[in-house]
Nanobody
């Protein structure tokens, strides 16, 4: 069974930090690129960051560049998203996804997690 499980979300004050994890199972993790997306209430799902399975190259949306860092631990089948200097507008459900294309900012990935809520209080 293919699974992507996000964890690490929560409630944090503006300026604070969180580390999200995305742990995969049931497929060849090292053959898939991982993307992080987020969706705030009433808004479309947007790409936040993605990392290449080939060379760990990372891309970031302009809105999070310099504040978020994506990394991968193939030994643990896990991708992390470090969220620093959080702002109220970062509040959203954060999803990880696995796909074949890189970089890919479209939500047409093959596998998706269930999401983890990040709430930033101002």
């Amino acid at each position: 069974e293919v699974r992507l499980v996000e964890s690490g979300g929560g409630l944090v004050q503006a300026g604070g930090s969180l580390r999200l994890s995305c742990t995969a199972s049931g497929f060849a993790f090292d053959e898939y690129n991982i993307g992080w997306f987020r969706q705030a209430p009433g808004k479309e799902r947007e790409g936040v960051s993605c990392i290449s399975s080939v060379d760990d190259k990372a891309n970031y949306a302009e809105s999070v560049k310099g504040r978020f860092t994506i990394s991968s631990d193939n030994a643990k089948n896990t991708v992390y998203l470090q969220l620093n200097s959080l702002k109220a507008e970062d509040t959203a459900v954060y999803y990880c996804a696995a796909g074949r294309s890189f970089p890919n900012w479209r939500p047409d990935y093959d596998y998706w997690g269930q999401g983890t809520q990040v709430t930033v209080s101002s």
